[in-house]
């Protein structure tokens, strides 16, 4: 690149985007790369602060940034993403479809550790739909050396791509509300019409609705009535705590399912439990669930639907952005809540 005062540039073609800000009222492109610069020009630029612009001089082994946030592009999105043309030297990347955003992290922060390459996106295991912006590319400099962008683009040919959204599935889900006061009708039924408003945004086939007694043989025979329907997902609610008379942690057991985790440190919902029974997975509801807007299961729900196989580490990991503030007017999921 040339640098050269603004007043010499008459009929020279800009080599980059100049943003032009007014604080409060607009940020954005006033002049576009290739901009063929006129007269007129030069008090516009002189106001934006612009006393010198750049124009282009062939320098081998560089690349322009908008060609280099392309390639960052197409190098680190994966499956159900697109990405726009440049503007001001990035390109955003945005999902093509409603699922799960799923983040390559270490392949990532590997990413940018490569100087003046930035790669910045929404949290991993965020939901989003399509159109939704995931992530944008650019470059620090105005150009850059091309061996720097042929790093990354090997990296994520043999490590794979960064991003990628997996879309939620339609899945089979049975519903067992436990607990003997609400089986034998001494109190309504609280947590059976908040489990199916939590559900009713991933659109799954309902395969029904059992009200279950702290018996634990009725308990197993419900299950068991579940998995031969081929469930993809059962959800057990009450009966979490650690009294002698909560019996659904053992049920879920009982079934023979591998117990992911039984507890987690994220408030609310510490009581909560994952399993997994082939390829079904059972899932154990606090009481909490039934008086706090956001716990857990909104954090567990959407990786389940996307048929993303949780471990015990992921909910280790929890603790760090675990603990909700219960804010007066919830904002989930734009907040840090199960963020790790």
Known sequence: MKKIRVQDAVGMKLCHDITKVIPGEFKGRAFSRDHIITTEDIEELLKIGKEHI??????????????????????????NIVHTEPQEGK????????????????????????????????????????GDKLAAARIIPLVIKEEKIKQLEELCRARGPVFEVKPFKRLKVGIMVTGSEVYKGRVPDKFGPV??????????????????????????????????KDADLIILTGGMSVDPDD?????????????????????????????????????????????????????????????????KD???????????????VCKYPICYFGRS
Not at 55 to 74: F, L, P, Q
Not at 251 to 256: D, R
Not at 270 to 296: I, S
Request: glycine residues 8%; charged residues 20%.
């Open 314 to 328: 992921d909910f280790i990991e929890m603790g760090e952005g675990g603990l909700c503030l219960g804010c007066e």
């Open 91 to 130: 390109t955003i990347l945005q999902a093509t479809t409603r699922g799960l955003f799923k983040i390559n992290s270490p392949l990532l922060r590997e990413i940018n550790s490569i100087e003046s390459v930035t790669v910045t996106c929404r949290p991993n295991n965020y939901t989003v739909k399509d």
């Open 247 to 311: 019996l659904t942690p053992g049920a879920i057991k009982n079934c023979g399912a591998k117990v992911v985790t039984y507890g987690a440190p994220i408030q609310p919902g510490n009581m909560f439990m994952l399993a997994y029974h082939k390829k079904t997975a059972l899932v154990g509801v606090p009481g909490a669930a039934m008086y706090y807007k956001t716990t857990v299961l909104d954090v567990v729900l959407p990786r389940i639907f996307a048929e993303d196989i949780m471990t």
């Open 54 to 79: 750049f124009v282009w001089e062939e320098n081998a082994g560089e690349i322009h940034e908008d060609e280099a946030a392309v390639r960052i592009a197409k190098a680190v999105e994966g499956v």
């Open 195 to 228: 489990i199916n408003k939590k559900l009713k945004p991933y659109a799954p086939e309902i395969l029904g609705q059992v009200y279950c007694p702290d018996d634990t043989s009725i308990m197993n025979e419900t299950i068991a009535s579940f998995l031969e």
